[in-house]
């Protein structure tokens, strides 16, 4: 099988070096280019990353050079890690001549024909590159994933909303610092502390949920639509975001029924098979005191959420803890998964 | 005036070393007698105790002779930091033989004729010792204060409470490593981690908010009564539990309605001007990322409940943040400030 | 008495800070100017300023406005924060208006005729300034303090150069994040990690520890000279640098003959009782491990050097630690005190 | 070919479980016990232990049941992890009746017949296992890894020691919470704070690596003879320790000619392509600010130590930085290759 060729847009960042790293030795995907912006574009990516996320650079693209972005790139799919004004500049020019974007960034997530994809949750949302293609006159298309807090939070909900229906829910986050990418958070606002809000990110919880819960009618997006309210803390961890969460479910089920329902989720990714899908992409835990993000965020190689203690809620009637690693599944790992799926499915 | 004799029950832990730092100077409190375990007695405090709020204990004090916990310690009031185990054995003991003990042990906190106070918020629980006294035949009283994280959220509730009506609440505490004590939390549970789990903490905050919002008819505490769910996660902070709050009011008042509520609260320790009592008990932030254990936990010498980020909420109508400090207003602070409503009121 | 008026320069910054905030109630000296970047003059400084050393920017600071640097500034004294650039431009150019400026910034400090001292230390180096004012024109003066680490050893040093001679010194520093300023470190090389480097400040050390040590002959600094090796390092501790000291003394004194040495030790600021002397400019502690930051930084208002762990060394004959508060006795402190002393020796 | 039958003694504890976790898929050797103190004896190892080093206790070895340590236990090779008084009162009785006892408890480190080997520096004291037997009367053997803090210092300076010859050396340990176990070192010591002070761990330091450097003469071990100095501490890092060494060569080599020695090194494991052998067991790094914690100590799975900044040192000629992760190479890692290289050799 011949590989698609990819290039990885804003390659030098947090979540740039989480798709080089993820690309290593994938069986369906090789890097062809390393964006960067203009100052670095010219160097070997070895000698002007800032690796942060293990010991070195891998051997097999420290010697590339990066470029700059640019609408040529020679490249069948493109995972972009821009910052949000080279997004703005390069994501629809490139889909404009050919490349696949699948983007980490929040620009176009809610655009009327931008699918915003979890691959288990609505992935019968790609057909909107249809729509998209069709409408722009691309012959590439864009594909967004979600923000991180809102890929684990929506990750776990989806199997309870099909089953059940949410009707109302409230969320506090507990983000990690790799959240915000590098230099991100000082380090005197994140030792012996909590920063209790991180700019933008409630709204884009909020309305992120309910594209990502909704559903396509072969023409729009139709989002779910129930009360939902969202509490963003930033506290001292590295990576892995934990989220306590109350909802109301339709029928009322009982906490076993609710992780009977979590256990047994699976998606379009585990039907395929798909290289990065996690076989389980919802554990649930019994230990009282788990989830924990030294513990659990790495677990199905960070591509899972890991929820704990469900239990009744006095006021909404259930509640529990979800957990994910959020530069893995909440980032990088969902976008290669998403490119994973429009592959297998022949939209790319 | 003279001043009252007050013992200090489990000195050498993390609360008792509170009680000893706050009440240096105290103009109506001097200490008379330090206790701890048969071990421990006979020492100098000063040897004996890990001191870890600051660089070294009081010089008043270390001099000291640790006594074992006894019924005839030779003190007027009694500050109790014992743990479970000995606060059983010895505050209904001690209060038995007229002394007025002030705790900050779990043990008694729902008993029908023990007031659970929080000196702005229920000050006329207080009259329920006179039940107390007549009920058990003690000459002496006993009185609690609550859980640290309950303790914040119900000084922030109670004015809402009073002026609207709560009708239901959802919170999420970050609390801070102290209140687990010393040694308490171990470093590899705490350093870039999350537990999302305290023992018995979500129980404590349901049923003592409860107690706090509730009234005292003259013979029986009449609890409030509203759906209340707690979620309640250890952080990596040292002192100052931070909480989310999402709540629904009766009225659907605005945000700014919230904010002049709590700002403009005050009880009786600041009518009576308590040497404790903090000169405003509830402080409102405007900045959008505060509080912060880090800046705002020492607010009014620790005797504050910080709030900030009051804004609408999707699901209940209105969300805000809370933090406090979980030793001091959270634990020997409001024991202390406590005590000194009593005196005031005549009651010890 | 007249207060003096005194100018900080860079008073938006973690060290102007520290300075704002120990000018507070000054016996001698009051805030008549807070300068900053062009960028932010004629903003409020309560509202520029990201205050991040506690609740709030005190209230008789934050009504004023923030000054663009300039030579005619109205001041008798300036303490400086500015950064390097600034400072190359602005601290010699006030210096000859006539400003007596007392600097934290390191462009000046190895100068031929500019003083850098450490109050208890290296008074009559003080003197230089004559020369200074002679040699280069000026009605002002420029005095420096020291590097953050070199101050806490060398004042730990002083006193066993003074007595024994120092022969050689080898010291590792485990220094506080707020020692890069706001944001600074990021919190990704912070929380669970050391940076074993800080650019320059190995340097620093070795460099400007002679001066200290050394003498003024009445024309020239004649420093101190001895073989001095620093390793430098970061650890996730937010103020108090913590450094192991290894050295070889002549006569090989004992143990105890160095503790002696240490607390007895006096300087010109405790004859002067200077306002922000410290009683006890090294605090000598007993216990097996101590000190710590947590618990010591604060020692003397942060403005001690505490030791600890005084014991002999199998290479260089004597070991121990010493810690001090970074930004205090480490930066502003040292500046304020540095300006006592040049007001109570009639050089201001 | 037959695999080695491998108990692990104190398996529930951090080093025990490490032991566990590094055993599995062993090529050579298979778990045929785990043992703990009594009180636990009987329970299935997964609901035992508080596996605190992952996701989970790995399947293979979860539903093995716990045995209290005893002479007779069915095992050839037994990994000790036992606390100090169980290990004086089992290793010994367990060499003697037949089983080879490869340990990491300090008792026997320092005996006159009791190899305390890194197999890469002094492979050769495997040796003297011949007189142990012989003098002991045992059909087993005792053999000792040592503390981890030493065994990094011992393998960065062996190639050193050996091609130069070590004079003297100052060593500064900035060590990890998880040497000291769980719960260990409680976060309120370790968030915000470094504990200039770990009991024990310099006279093990100065001892032990006077017995790696050194020799055996057939009959005795014959210990390196320089003064060596250790100033230990622990900072807030959860795994791997960072040590600043300054040290004296004879021939005083350059930086350059030292870099090229720790590079070149290899020793009878790498020969012998052990399957826990580091391919590199000393990594130098030449970028400015490394080894960090974060990035180096996974380097080659946990097994090789990581040099930086080697660069000229003002008072002993030399120095640089050294940083291992203190459970694998330090500890349980260190344990396993020894066992490795006595089967290789035909020690077992």
Redesign the interface.
């Known amino acids: 099988m011949k590989k698609y060729r990819v290039a990885v847009l804003g390659a030098t960042g947090t979540v740039g070096q989480r798709f080089v790293q993820l690309l290593q030795g994938h069986p369906w995907f090789e890097i062809s280019a390393l964006t960067t912006s203009e100052r670095s574009a010219g160097k070997r990516y070895g000698d002007a990353v800032r690796w ?1 996320i ?2 070195q650079v891998p051997e097999a693209v420290a010697g590339l050079t990066l470029e700059p972005t640019r609408a040529d790139l020679d490249a069948d799919l493109c995972f972009s890690a821009l910052p949000v004004h080279a997004a703005e500049e390069w994501e629809a020019a490139l889909a404009a001549t050919g490349h696949h974007v699948f983007s980490n960034v929040k620009n176009h997530r809610m655009d009327a024909d931008v699918p915003l994809i979890i691959a288990e949750v609505n992935p019968e949302h790609a057909q909107a590159v249809k729509v998209q293609r069709a409408g722009r006159g691309w012959s590439g298309s864009l594909v967004t994933n979600g923000n991180c807090s809102t890929i684990h939070f929506a990750l776990a909900a989806a199997p309870l909303h099909r089953a059940f229906g949410i009707r ?3 969320v ?1 986050t ?1 983000q990690a ?2 959240g915000a990418g ?16 991180i ?1 933008g990110e409630e709204e884009k919880m ?1 309305a992120e949920t309910m594209k990502f819960l909704g559903g396509w009618d072969g023409a729009r997006f139709v989002p779910a639509e129930f ?3 969202a ?1 963003c ?1 930033r ?4 990576d892995g975001h ?1 989220e ?1 969460v ?1 909802l109301e479910l339709g029928g009322a089920p009982s906490a076993g029924a609710v992780i009977e329902c979590l256990r047994a989720f699976r998606g379009r990714p585990q039907e395929l098979a798909l290289p990065s899908a996690p076989a389980r992409p919802i554990i649930v835990r019994d230990e ?9 965020r ?2 199905e190689r960070g591509m899972a959420s890991v929820v ?2 469900v239990r009744p ?4 009637g259930m ?1 529990f ?1 979800v ?1 994910g690693h959020n530069t893995i599944r909440g980032a990088a790992g969902a976008s290669i998964l998403n490119a994973e799926l429009f592959a297998a499915e022949g939209l790319v």
């Open positions: 942060h293990g010991e109302r829910a409230v506090t507990m610092l790799s590098y230099p991100g958070v000082a380090s005197l606002d994140a030792v012996d502390n909590v920063v209790p809000f700019g909020e009360p939902f309210s509490h803390n506290v001292s961890v590295r934990t306590t109350s009282p005191d788990r989830p924990q993000p030294i513990l659990d790495d677990a704990g203690r809620d006095a006021v909404l509640k803890v957990l």
